[in-house]
């Protein structure tokens, strides 16, 4: 099992909206299991939970995070980009394998 | 209030082993799937090992298969790696992770002579 595909990096302005992409196969972030998840992960920090099941958002998570897919293709999309929101983002998929979970290498954003 | 609290990492040596565990509480831990999750310096997060709910299956990452071995105590609410034959690529902080969603603040691991 490979790792998800993410861009190593993404920037913008604060107020700007940018997106994620997370590419897998069809045996993992395309599969019907739907277990999709973004973190987010400043420096020290452990990561912390912002999507999970592909579209749903955690109680007290920020509705400027979206979470979308399509085909083998999942992204977070973060509207008005806030300072706050410069830190390492990634993307994870339940596999239905013995290889349980895959991770993306990991988005560092960015803001300008 | 989900809190997962990892302890027992530390320094040792190549070939050495060590003991890391996770202690859950504010939910009821033996309903949930489990994992570890390493994080080398400077890199990204790998999935290192998993447990069923009842301990009675349990996944491995190819990098650690037949050296770690993950088990848990539902009456403890603790989760276990027992990490062996450890190399210095194993150096990281390893995290417990709820599921898919809650993660502990870490405990880190250095191999090295």
């Known amino acids: 099992q490979s790792a998800l595909t993410q861009p190593a990096s993404v920037s913008g302005f604060p107020g700007q909206s940018i997106a994620i992409s997370c590419t897998g196969t069809s045996s993992d972030v395309g599969g019907g299991y739907g277990y999709v998840s973004w973190y987010q992960q400043h420096p020290g920090r452990s990561p912390k939970l912002l999507i999970y099941?592909?579209?749903d958002r955690p109680s007290g998570v920020s509705n400027r995070f979206s979470g979308s897919r399509s085909g083998n293709t999942a992204s977070l999309s973060i509207s008005g980009l806030q300072a706050e929101d410069e830190a390492d983002y990634y993307c994870s998929s339940y596999t239905g394998t013995d290889i349980l979970v895959v991770f993306g290498g990991g988005t560092k954003v960015t803001v300008l | 209030e989900v809190q997962l609290l990892e302890s027992g990492g530390g320094l040792v040596q190549p070939g050495g082993s060590l003991r890391v565990s996770c202690v859950a509480s504010g939910f009821s831990f033996s309903t949930y799937l489990m994992s570890w999750v390493r994080q080398a310096p400077g890199k990204g997060l790998e999935w290192v090992s998993g447990i069923s709910n009842s301990g009675a299956n349990t996944y491995y990452a190819d990098s650690v298969k037949g050296r770690f071995t993950i088990s848990r105590d539902n009456s403890k609410n603790t989760l276990y790696l027992q990490m062996n034959s450890l190399r210095s690529d194993d150096t990281a902080v390893y995290y417990c992770?709820?599921?898919?969603?809650?993660w502990g603040q870490g405990t880190p691991v250095t191999v090295s002579s």
């Open positions: 099941d592909v579209i």
């Open positions: 992770m709820k599921k898919f969603d809650y």
